[in-house]
């Protein structure tokens, strides 16, 4: 195997043996497989579309399954299989629908009349010659392999953006044929740096409409985010924990444990679900916040008194200790895992119903969330005066995921130091190396906001062009700095989106991606200053060092 699409893979390079994640060889070789079914698939939309044949199914099946290769979501072969023949089905079912309108097309590349085995250990041996294929083609010119990885895995970002602002009605013709044309171009040989270069750039570009439909759909079906006060302890009673980033599973759990006497806790990304009027406000038993980022559940989930629904990703290996207990949903899928069908939570409810959930009064602490763009940009005239009077000196957006390095402290210890005349916006799991810390206020102003989970960086894009607006200067004028941390593909889209709209200096850790070339790097670094992180205090002095005042 080989796997270089997350930030913990092995040795700072690739994984080769099994998956950092917990990834097995023979999964990993599946979902080379399944990708390789996908750029058949995408030969056959585009064609069918350059006739005017369209298939929703299709493509929605394009970003689900893209989504479900994304790290930490599926380690089930059998959700693989599935998917591998369900999209062969799709693939000539599209054939059949565009040799109707245009009997005299064909499409020469072999990947969209490739035909799978029959047996699962067939599939697997496929998957790994088509890995090596790929691999060995592309590695004679390590940038453009380099290029060709990060469009890869920005696909997946954008798939699973996608896939959330679908669950909640939005869709755009535009993102789904985009994404059938970048899987397209995987097979495409004449394509030269600059052309892989402009590809990526073009990831960007669609990955922010995507997050632009998915903010329509989560706004658009919650209401705007308000701040909120989360509670970080437990109450006593029946609970069930909710782990992921579905909005839309959210919901309906809460609509069927309604008057059951069940309280519903957040766990990780899900944290800013209590900020949404039409979630937090419905449903008075969406009660508080359990527990921290991905990478702890391991002992979090094993010591919550209830079940445990993963919407999305980040799923861990489980534990015997709570394995029993975790019902998948969607994409997710972990062998002999519970998996629900039709967002029917009965039998999570039943397990909550029949355990002791807590018993006594918890911690009593809570941390606000709910700072997205419409909160603070009603209070951005008083962001605006602060600022002009001095109050504010700088502003830090330190967002991004988390994950199990102890080189991740440094977030925590960079926020710890931010001045006091600062204000820190957060999003996104990375936040909780920090989420609790007391940073106090400037002149009402929080000086820690929580703009949301990393599906909401749009909300965080907007504010930063809103304030640039407001101060008639560039982005790259303002008193801000990005500082970012990544773990997974979702990151690697926001990062190429930030790239496509011109926003520079932007620092990036913990280490910098394995399948980031030295050449690439240097490309990037020269056209838009990224730079990785070094130390919190040498980066804070560099950061203020350039504020400027508007």
Request: negative net charge; hydrophobic residues 40%; charged residues 20%.
């Amino acid at each position: 195997m080989f796997c270089s699409q997350c930030e913990q893979t092995a040795g700072g390079q690739g994984c080769y043996q099994w998956g950092s994640c917990g990834k097995s060889p023979e999964v990993d070789a599946l979902q080379d497989l399944l990708t390789h079914v996908l750029r058949g698939l995408g030969q056959v939309a585009i064609a069918a579309r350059e006739v005017g044949v369209t298939n929703l199914q299709a493509d929605r099946f394009t970003c689900e399954t893209l989504f479900s290769t994304l790290t930490n979501v599926n380690f089930d072969p059998d959700s693989f299989v599935d998917y591998i023949h369900q999209g062969i089905a799709l693939r000539e079912n599209l054939k059949s629908q565009l040799r109707a309108i245009a009997p005299e097309h064909r499409i020469s590349d072999p990947a969209a009349h490739f035909q799978p085995a029959e047996t699962l250990d067939e599939l697997v041996e496929q998957g790994r010659d088509l890995e090596y294929q790929f691999i060995s083609k592309s590695a004679q010119n390590v940038d453009i392999f380099s290029l060709k990885l990060t469009v890869i895995y920005g696909l997946k970002g954008i798939a699973a953006y996608a896939y959330h602002a679908q669950e909640l009605g939005q869709e755009d013709e535009r993102v789904y044929a985009f994404c059938h044309e970048a899987l397209a171009s995987l097979g495409d040989d004449t394509l030269s740096l600059d052309d892989w270069v402009n590809l990526a750039l073009k990831v960007g570009e669609i990955n922010l409409r995507t997050m632009e439909l998915l903010d329509l759909a989560n706004t658009g079906s919650y209401g705007h985010p308000v701040p909120t006060q989360v509670p970080l302890g437990a109450t006593p009673g029946k609970a069930i924990l909710v782990s992921g980033h579905n909005l839309k599973d959210l919901e309906e759990l809460l609509k069927q444990t309604e008057g059951k006497g069940i309280f519903i806790y957040t766990h990780g990304e899900m944290l800013p679900a209590h900020g949404y009027p039409g979630l937090k406000q419905q449903y008075p038993h969406l009660y508080g916040h359990y527990g921290t980022a991905w990478q702890n559940q391991t002992k979090e989930f094993a010591k919550f008194p209830g079940p445990i629904v993963m919407t999305t990703n980040c799923l861990m290996p489980p534990q015997k200790s709570y394995q029993d207990r975790v019902f998948t949903c969607g994409p997710v899928g972990w062998p002999g895992l519970t998996h629900i069908e039709n967002r029917d939570f009965s039998g999570a409810i039943e397990m909550a119903l029949s355990m002791p959930g807590f018993t006594e009064v918890g911690d009593p602490r809570h941390v606000t969330t709910g700072f997205a763009r419409h909160a603070v940009l009603e209070v951005a005239d008083r962001v605006i005066e602060a600022v002009k009077a001095g109050e504010i000196r700088h502003f830090f957006l330190v967002g991004g995921c988390d994950g199990a390095k102890p080189t991740r402290n440094y977030y925590s210890e960079l926020v710890e130091k931010v001045p006091e005349d600062c204000v820190v916006l957060t999003l996104a799991c990375g936040k909780f190396r920090f989420f609790d810390k007391e940073l106090g206020d400037i002149g009402g102003i929080p000086r820690l906001m929580d703009v949301g989970q990393c599906n909401d960086a749009y909300s965080a894009v907007q504010i930063t062009l809103a304030l640039a607006n407001a101060f008639d200067v560039e982005v790259n004028e303002l008193p801000l700095s990005m500082i970012l941390s990544w773990y997974e593909q979702k990151a690697v889209a926001i990062l190429l989106s930030l790239f496509y709209l011109g926003i520079q200096n932007i620092r990036l850790g913990p280490t910098l991606p394995a399948f980031i070339s030295p050449n690439v790097f240097q490309l990037l670094s020269q056209k838009y200053n990224l730079k990785s992180i070094t130390t919190p205090d040498e980066d804070l002095a560099a950061c203020l060092g350039t504020a400027i005042n508007v």
